[in-house]
């Protein structure tokens, strides 16, 4: 039986569905105001895996990512680069879209954007008006948080400890812990009509009125950064649930946030590592646009995006995921085993790994044992991975199980003498042939390994060729301040007949290669 971290109970819980054989996401996506960066990749590869890994166990499931295309820091950017905030938005949007295509996250049914709901939006505002929840000041609209006896169940915090909206929007509210539901326009900011008058919406609203048109007034799992327990989710929580009276999500399942390698474990003394509930320690070294992190379509140009998915499963998604681009190549150096499995067992099987057809559903993979020791050794790794990926999702622990799995098939290989055609018994290339299909069959439920990479060193011959370059650089340098120009010399005209260019600038020398 799957079982799931609940962070609404602080523990672990059997996973019953609302509606038995369907299951409903939602997973708070960007706000779209500059290019997207690693950290927005960790929620939709995440979810995409779990969505993947529920679909294989028998559940219909819709998944929905929503998109906020409306937003303070959207209108000051906007303003900042002398562009509508629609354009911003929609290049943003554009952005964010290859960015997670790349990553194979191509589960998601449904990408709402605020803008194109504000009609349900202020319908939904309306009815908390109407019950007493919710009222007008000067065209705004703030949620009454004295109304609601629940309101900090989530985050666990008592009204006396929350702060809310500063400057003029605090002279309006009733309480400094009321939050705005719908913002009056501003001159020059975008804006709709409303019966309170032009404006657009407040930040939490977006959510509670989109995932109940696409998911109903209660749905399954509620998903997004431990970031966002409070205010967004917390506020979520008490709109949703006032406006219905019914709970809004049964599970609220909350990823680590993504952090610079230098800055874990240098939290007030706290190793980042340990704290895997812990907000305030994973704030502080948390990857953000405005901490310049770099964007995610320059990663893309120098490692595979099957490494990087890789990377980011290969820790329990409640941690914290320690973070560099060293801890990427060293994910692309152990990828490395895996691709050289794939040839081998082409070149022994006659097949490409990549053509296997796995069992789509966990019933199905149940009934193909065979009886072989290799087929019952890799029933065992099958068990194994399944049992980590029921207790909430241990992605990490299943790659775990994968990199076992590999061992055992090359070992298997080896004993077997199976690089020798001479030696190969059809009954034994079959069996093995059966065991690559079981570690497929799981690979496939994380996303992994579904087609060959295009062109898998390319990222890594690009690092080699740089590296290279780098080194007869400093050679040339070190042949010019001891006046050895003749090296030097030689060196530029061999490169260039390779059709590499030399610059020599103030403290550095450039290269590049020639226009054909």
């Given amino acids: 039986m799957i079982r799931v971290y609940n962070t609404l109970t602080k523990s672990k819980e059997p996973f019953q569905p609302v509606r038995e054989g369907r299951v409903g996401i939602y997973l708070c996506g960007p706000t779209v105001y500059k290019p997207s960066h690693i950290g927005h990749m960790v929620g939709p590869v995440i979810f995409d895996t779990i969505k993947r890994y529920l679909s294989y166990n028998g559940y219909q499931v819709t998944l929905v990512v929503n998109i906020t295309d409306v937003d303070d820091k959207l209108i000051a950017e906007s303003q900042q680069c002398g562009l509508p905030m629609a354009e911003l938005a929609s290049r943003m949007t554009e952005d964010y879209m290859r960015n997670i295509a790349a990553l194979g996250v191509d589960s998601i049914d449904h990408f709402p954007r605020c803008t194109e709901n504000i009609d ?167 990857i953000s646009k405005s901490k310049g992190s770099r964007p995610f379509r320059e990663l893309l140009e120098e490692f595979q995006p099957e490494t990087i998915r890789f990377f980011l499963l290969s820790t329990h998604y409640r941690r914290p995921i320690d973070y560099s681009e060293g801890r990427l190549k060293e994910t692309e150096t152990a990828l490395d085993a895996f691709y050289r499995f794939f040839k081998r067992f082409e070149r022994i099987s006659g097949q490409s790994f990549y053509s296997l057809a796995p069992p789509r559903s966990r019933t199905e993979g149940d009934r193909q044992a065979g009886t072989e020791p290799i087929d019952q050794a890799a029933a065992e790794h099958r068990r194994r991975f399944l049992e980590m990926m029921d207790d909430d999702f241990n992605t990490g622990g299943a790659i775990g199980v994968l990199f076992e799995f590999l061992r055992l098939l090359n070992k298997y290989c080896d004993e077997e003498r199976l690089d020798d055609p001479a030696r190969r018994q059809p009954h034994v290339v079959a069996a093995l042939s059966r065991a690559a299909t079981v570690f497929r069959e799981l690979a496939m439920t994380l996303g992994l390994f579904r087609s060959a990479p295009k062109d898998a060193t390319a990222a890594g011959d690009q690092r080699i060729v740089q590296g290279l370059m780098d080194l007869i650089i400093r050679i040339r340098a070190e042949a010019r301040k001891k006046k050895d120009f003749a090296t030097a010399d030689a060196i530029r005209k061999a490169l260039g007949d390779l059709g590499i260019v030399l610059e020599d600038r103030p403290g550095e020398t450039l290269w590049s290669m020639k226009p054909n």
């Fill in 120 to 286: 349900e939006i202020i319908r939904f505002i309306s009815t908390l008006i109407e019950r007493g929840y919710a009222y007008q000041a000067d065209g705004d609209v703030y949620f009454d948080v004295a109304k609601d006896a629940d309101y900090g169940k989530l985050s666990n915090r008592d009204r006396d400890s929350m702060q809310g909206e500063g400057g003029e929007m605090a002279q309006r509210k009733r309480s400094i812990a009321d939050f705005a539901l719908w913002k009056s326009a501003k001159p020059g900011e975008p804006a709709w009509d409303s019966p309170w008058g032009k404006g657009r919406p407040g930040w939490h609203i977006e959510c509670s009125a989109m995932s109940r048109r696409l998911l109903g007034e209660t749905f399954d799992i509620h998903g997004g950064g431990l970031d966002l327990v409070f205010p967004h989710h917390e506020n979520e929580i008490a709109q949703s649930e006032c406006c219905h009276g019914r709970p809004m999500a049964k599970y609220w399942l909350h990823n680590g946030l993504m952090q610079a390698s230098d800055e874990v474990g240098k939290v007030g003394g706290r190793n980042t590592r340990l704290s895997e509930g812990d907000i305030e320690s994973q704030q502080t070294g948390k």
